[in-house]
T-cell receptor, first 115, second 110 residues
Framework: GAGVSQSPSNKVTEKGKDVELRCDPI?????LYWYRQSLGQGLEFLIY????????KSGLPSDRFSAERTGGSVSTLTIQRTQQEDSAVYLC?????????????FGPGTRLTVL | DAKTTQPTSMDCAEGRAANLPCNHS???????VYWYRQIHSQGPQYIIH???NNETNEMASLIITEDRKSSTLILPHATLRDTAVYYC???????????FGPGTRLSVLP
């Protein structure tokens, strides 16, 4: 596809379970970002991958959150031992770094509900 | 924390121009002004960006003041489909410093 895709679109899980969220960035984009958006709130930065550099993890809210990006393309965000406060829409964005600006293109998001 | 301040909400009549202001008084010389919008239940959508010159594309115009401390996004003929939250973001060349504030909720009224 032409845009950023994310799966699943919706995920309902029980408190304490682990979840994995997937992001397929736009082909050729070197940078990938994860954000989350709680109900009625703005976007909260979580983590940033750029090429082969070490990711910027400064936005991860706790050590239950981790992410990896395999082969410089697909990324997985993992939340271990989910809590109710983890309920949010998780958004992925990608961009091409190397030009004069870095415009991020967003996927549709994964809505996570922790019961 | 977001480097920008925007009004919480605005209304605009359908067919009229919507002018959305943004203050970014601490902007640095290498930082761009980006605008995104988020329609309910969708991911954010890129609208436009600029450094110091005014910019126009098929979606909107961006007017940046000469001192770069504020900008205005202009939707020339607002439609009902333009109802969304509009985010003004200031970020440098490599956007890992993107910070989305609460944005402006624009309601286009029939």
């Amino acid at each position: 596809g032409a845009g950023v895709s994310q799966s699943p679109s919706n995920k309902v899980t029980e408190k304490g379970k682990d979840v994995e969220l997937r992001c397929d960035p736009i082909s050729g984009h070197t940078a990938l970002y994860w954000y989350r958006q709680s109900l009625g709130q703005g976007l909260e930065f979580l983590i940033y991958f750029q090429g082969n550099s070490a990711p910027d993890k400064s936005g991860l809210p706790s050590d239950r959150f981790s992410a990896e990006r395999t082969g410089g393309s697909v990324s997985t965000l993992t939340i271990q031992r989910t809590q109710q406060e983890d309920s949010a829409v998780y958004l992925c964005a990608s961009s091409w770094v190397g030009g004069t600006t870095d415009t991020q293109y967003f996927g549709p998001g994964t809505r996570l509900t922790v019961l | 924390d977001a480097k920008t301040t925007q009004p919480t909400s605005m209304d605009c009549a359908e067919g009229r121009a919507a002018n959305l202001p943004c203050n970014h008084s601490t902007i640095s010389g290498n930082e761009y002004v980006y605008w995104y919008r988020q329609i309910h239940s969708q991911g954010p959508q890129y609208i436009i960006h600029g450094l110091k010159n005014n910019e126009t594309n098929e979606m909107a115009s961006l007017i940046i003041t000469e001192d770069r401390k504020s900008s205005t996004l202009i939707l020339p003929h607002a439609t009902l489909r333009d109802t969304a939250v509009y985010y003004c973001i200031v970020a440098d060349n490599y956007g890992q410093n993107f910070v989305f504030g609460p944005g402006t909720r624009l309601s286009v009224l029939p």
